[in-house]
């Protein structure tokens, strides 16, 4: 039988929403699956989230050590490596610590890896076919993963439904004396807060967002026009923050801020995963981009082939001219 | 210091729309445009202030075929003083985990006290690097968008949710995966390309790095891509068509009537 293990991170003793996708996942792996959610980490925060998990998992699996207070990657994946059996699978979000720990975890348990899986499309012996995306969203792939000495697999936050309600009735299995040698070479020491901004996006019910093609850190006061004659400002996607073209308060994505605006101007943005993992509460999208095939047209509401540093400024006056 | 960099030959998402080919199993590669993977301009550039302030080498190699060759000399330009290029059939089809293989052998030959990859490329696995790491046994960070120089080990940043960053302290030799943001990559024209054109860029094969065949490429993958496809995402948007000025109009009612104006 699969043997599927689901990693849950949690923050301040909140599981992250990915807890109730896994389960999905699984049963589209392999309905037959045996399914373990497995958490690390210290104290009261610990054991609230493992007691929650037993309404989802048939199995909850905590490893209490003061080491995994901080989700270290590297100390995680030592006490993963004595509590894991060989061959297993074992689902992670592909999420900044997915993408640290899951690599490595992959080559030391000796198993297959594939990364940021949207979807499952059955098993055939002991191959997976799944789905995922490349080059930025803009195409798709199906992969086939040799199962047949485990394999860590990612998921795409979201990608899957949530579980509703409560669908199990688990016991929590405390397997912190099999945590071993925990000691690292990397020391976490501390988060810092992102920095406020200038402005506030998330407060704001209409963005103008601006991406990569903007083109040129001078046209951002086009985009600035627009925005004044829509009473709102301006937010963008990250490659205008690398650019230091506006300041990082200003990016809307998983690495940056979530807004939940009611209307989303989407001006040359492309539509990664990570930008759109901002955009929350459902917004009315419109999408303006000079390549018809760009994947924001696939989740925007409304969509205009067009150039934006042309397109923008006509929408101003027009809108001024109301 | 001795700093490497891996480097990859990409497809330019800026540059291209990518379409599949009649067969619909793989993208029209007819005329696509390629580009160093926009991630390790980052990391090259990062390498070359680091030797710049406390002195040393960086070397900048890749896996792939002899197109690849372009990248290098691009990274070089940038200021790079080395390029490898790990070239051989038995290469393709090779998964992460047979790059990161293919890497080791090579990284083992030399002695590197910081190794940087990108934090992701074209397939947005961002696998590299942490498999690497696992394989030299060496302690790995990922999506590091700051570093600080120290004796013997370094402080590195972390990006993660919400772009809050967390710091980490890491004994060295490590490997790094390198955000975008962490700095500004120089510029590089066409006469610096001039400069390194005649570099001497040594090319090696699986028999020069002892790689058995069947440990890497298509038959040691244990990830494969099957095909390419399109997606049956819904509706999508809908499209608004005409003049400018019809478009207009029409995108002022729907703005109108969902709050926008
Ligand atoms: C761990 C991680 C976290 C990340 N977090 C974030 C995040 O929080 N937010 C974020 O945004 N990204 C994030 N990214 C980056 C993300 O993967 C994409 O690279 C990024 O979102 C792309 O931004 P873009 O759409 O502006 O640029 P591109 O993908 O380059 O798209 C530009 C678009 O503009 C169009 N265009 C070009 N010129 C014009 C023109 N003149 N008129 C009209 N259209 C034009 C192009 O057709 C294209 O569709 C993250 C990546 C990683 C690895």
């Given at each position: 039988m699969t043997q599927i293990f689901a990693y849950i991170p949690f923050q301040n003793g909140v599981a992250e929403d990915v807890a109730m996708e896994f389960p999905t996942a699984a049963a589209k792996i392999d309905k037959g699956a045996s399914l373990t959610a497995v958490l690390t980490g210290s104290g009261a925060d610990l054991d609230k989230v493992a007691k929650e998990m037993t309404g989802l998992y048939a199995e909850v699996i905590k490893i209490d050590h003061a080491d995994l207070a901080y989700p270290n990657a590297e100390v995680v994946r030592k006490a993963l490596l004595n509590t894991i059996p060989a061959g297993a699978i074992v689902l992670m979000p592909h999420n900044t610590f997915g993408m640290d720990l899951a690599p490595g975890l992959s080559v030391k348990m000796n198993a297959a890896y594939a990364a940021d899986i949207v979807n499952f499309d059955g098993m055939e012996g002991a191959t997976l076919k799944a789905s995922r995306q490349e080059l930025g969203g803009a195409v798709s792939t199906h992969v086939a993963v040799d199962v047949s000495s485990g394999a860590i697999i990612t998921i795409r936050p979201g990608s899957f439904a949530a579980v509703d309600g409560k669908t199990a009735s688990g016991a929590v299995v405390d397997?912190?004396?099999?945590?071993?040698d925990l000691s690292a070479k990397r020391k976490f020491i501390e988060v810092v807060q992102a920095e406020v901004g200038d402005?506030?996006?998330?407060?704001?019910?209409v963005l103008v967002s601006i991406g990569?093609?903007?083109?040129?850190?001078?046209?951002i006061e086009i985009a600035e026009e627009l925005a004044k004659a829509m009473k709102t400002v301006v937010s963008c996607s990250r490659p205008i923050v690398d650019a230091k073209w506006l300041e990082k308060g200003r990016q809307v994505g998983t690495s940056g801020k979530t807004v939940k605006p009611k209307v989303y101007m989407a001006m040359g943005i492309s539509g990664s995963f990570q930008h759109l993992g901002g955009l929350k509460g459902n917004p009315f999208i419109v999408a303006v981009n000079k390549n018809p095939k760009a994947p924001i047209f696939q989740v925007a509401d409304v969509g205009i082939v067009a150039n934006i540093i042309e397109f923008m400024p006509e929408l101003t006056s027009a809108i001024n001219d109301l | 210091m001795e700093i490497l960099v891996c480097v990859k030959r990409v497809p330019d998402t800026a540059e291209n729309e990518f379409e599949l080919n009649s067969a619909g199993n793989?993208?029209?590669?007819?005329d696509l445009v390629y580009s160093v993977n926009e991630w390790d301009n980052y990391a090259v550039e990062e390498a070359i202030q680091i030797v710049d302030k406390v002195g040393g080498n960086v070397t900048v190699i890749t896996v792939g075929d002899s197109e690849s060759e372009e990248v290098l000399r691009r990274e070089m330009a940038m200021g790079a003083n080395n390029g490898i290029l790990l070239s051989d059939d038995a290469f393709e089809g090779s998964d992460g985990k047979g790059i990161a293989t293919i890497l080791k052998a090579e990284i083992e030959k030399g002695k590197y006290d910081l190794i940087f990859t990108g934090a992701q490329a074209d397939e947005g696995a961002g696998q590299v690097g942490g498999m690497l790491a696992a394989m030299l046994d060496m302690p790995y960070a990922s999506l590091v968008n700051k570093i600080e120089m120290g004796e013997g080990k370094i402080k590195v940043g972390r990006e993660i949710e919400g772009g809050n960053q967390e710091m980490n302290e890491i004994a060295l030799p490590c490997v790094l995966s390198i955000q975008t943001g962490i700095n500004e990559p120089r510029y590089v024209g066409i006469r610096g390309i001039r400069k390194v054109a005649s570099v001497e860029i040594p090319v090696k094969s699986a028999s020069d790095l002892g790689l058995a065949a069947g440990s890497v490429g298509k038959a040691g993958a244990k990830t494969k891509r099957i095909d390419y496809f399109v997606p049956d995402m819904g509706a999508g948007a809908e499209m608004l068509a005409g003049s400018t000025d019809e478009i207009i109009a029409k995108l002022i009612e729907k703005l109108k009537s969902k709050g926008g104006l």
């Open positions: 397997k912190s004396s099999n945590a071993g402005v506030d996006i998330t407060k704001a019910d990569r093609g903007i083109e040129e850190q001078e046209n | 793989d993208l029209d590669r007819g």
